[in-house]
């Protein structure tokens, strides 16, 4: 309504500008055309004047009274327009509009005229525009006045008629375009309708709501925003609930666990070390779910991964020395070849070790487990294999799924099932993906990251 306000404001000022501009620009055009007709009266005394009398045949020779008679005799006025002659200062004849000022205060004055003058009054018939030229003789007397006038009330009216005409053209363009601008405005304004409904739609609960964005102006723009800020809500969101839900299914069982152990604790002292033994390994479970779940919630933040340049060989033996604690065979390394790549150490460690403990887990007590390290290319592939019975097939489609454990009996410990969400998690974070390769003869998983090279770089 402020922004419709406006606009009516400005585009009312506008038309009564142009209407009063068109008014005064019409009341001077009456004023000049005036002045044409009386000049052009003059002008033809003038001509008569020094031409010859009709009736004598002669040249008028300063004769007033027949200069004027003539002049009468032959002038056909315009409408409004009228004549007066003046001889020694007294009135001599006239027309039949100059018959009008007989007895007119403005008779005295023209009477007295001495040099021409033009000028306008006002009058019971309306404004007049008048000329009048004194005629002198050789000796410089004033010997008779001729004046014009002309009546300025019917052109005025035309003046006023054509402006009541274009005042009703100009205010049906008024309200035409008011109209126009309201249903512009509202088209225009529709987004920002619809931000505040969506806005006010919006719960806990319900972040799904979104504008529907046409054009690419400032509104269009302020949508954009907005639906961009809901879906960074929506998904601040879901990751918030998801890291609630994860937590409180996976802590429900510890926690009953430890309640029912404290709940039977008796005073007997072996019996009570017992208990505290196992609320000890309940609590570090606890502790553990509660870590892998913090990272997880972390990967979908922006600064999940700060990589530096990684000397790939030398990351590789490490690697294995650290797997070898997960299995009393060590830990082999393939064939890595020399490069240097951008990763996060921390998170890439913390993802080969979650497969090498994986594999152990889910692998006979000999199992053996190998580490690589390949360039191909654009990317760095991170490798971690072992020689176990392979992956069935109903298992694979969901093995990266949170707190996803397998074929219940087949493992060989009771983690939360978060390992192999957590290595995708890291892959994702630095651009890249998990691969996997599994059969009778073994398992392989591939971390395939984008190779960013860096030149003379030394590990950090």
């Known amino acids: 309504m402020r922004i419709l306000g406006w606009y009516l404001i400005l585009l009312a000022i506008a038309l009564i500008a142009a209407l009063t501009i068109q008014r005064s620009y019409m009341l001077d055009q009456v004023v000049v055309e005036a002045d044409l007709i009386l000049d052009r009266e003059v002008e033809e005394l003038r001509l008569l004047a020094g031409g010859i009398n009709p009736v004598t045949n002669e040249p008028f020779a300063g004769d007033v009274r027949a200069i004027f008679e003539t002049f009468l005799a032959r002038n056909v006025p315009l409408a409004g327009e009228g004549v007066v002659t003046i001889v020694d200062a007294a009135p001599f004849a006239s027309d039949v509009v100059g018959q009008f000022f007989r007895g007119n205060e403005i008779l005295d004055h ?164 017992t208990t505290m033994t196992l609320v000890n390994g309940e609590l570090d479970r606890m502790s553990r779910i509660v870590d892998d779940l913090l990272v997880l919630a972390r990967s979908e933040q922006p600064d999940f991964i700060s990589p530096h340049p990684i000397d790939l060989a030398e990351f590789i033996d490490e690697m294995a020395v650290k797997a070898s604690a997960f299995t009393a065979s060590a830990v082999t390394v393939t064939d890595t070849e020399p490069a240097v790549f951008q990763g996060d150490r921390q998170r890439l460690t913390q993802a080969i070790m979650n497969l090498a403990r994986n594999a152990v887990e889910h692998g006979s007590a000999d199992v053996e487990v190998s580490v690589g390290g390949t360039v191909n290319g654009r990317y760095v592939r991170l490798l971690v294999s072992d020689n176990g019975p392979g992956i069935p097939d109903e298992v694979q489609a969901r093995l990266f799924e949170r707190f996803y454990r397998g074929i219940p009996g087949k493992r060989r410990t009771d983690g939360a099932g978060l390992g192999l969400s957590i290595v995708r998690a890291i892959a994702e974070g630095h651009g890249g993906t998990v691969e996997l390769d599994t059969g009778d003869e073994g398992t392989r998983f591939t971390l395939v990251l984008p190779a960013i090279a860096v030149e003379d770089g030394a590990e950090t």
Do not use: C, K, Y
């Open 110 to 273: 023209w009477r007295t005229i001495t040099v021409t003058e033009r000028a306008q009054a006002e009058t019971d018939d309306g404004p007049v525009r008048w000329l009048a030229v004194p005629l002198v003789s050789d000796d410089e007397t004033t010997t008779g006045v001729f004046v014009v006038a002309v009546f300025l009330q019917t052109h005025l009216n035309q003046v006023d008629q054509v402006v009541r005409i274009g005042a009703l053209v100009l205010g049906s363009v008024f309200v035409l375009a008011s109209v126009g601008a309201w249903l512009a405005a509202g088209d225009v304004l529709r987004p920002l309708r619809q931000l505040t409904d969506t806005a006010r739609s919006i719960s806990e609960t319900d972040l799904t709501q979104r504008i529907t964005v046409d054009g690419d102006d400032e509104i269009a723009a302020v949508a954009t925003t907005f639906n961009e800020m809901l879906d960074r809500l929506e998904e601040a969101f879901d990751t918030q609930r998801r890291f609630v839900d994860d937590a409180s299914h996976e802590l429900r069982t510890p926690i009953t666990v430890i309640r029912g152990q404290l709940e039977v604790l008796g005073d007997d002292p072996a019996d009570r070390e």
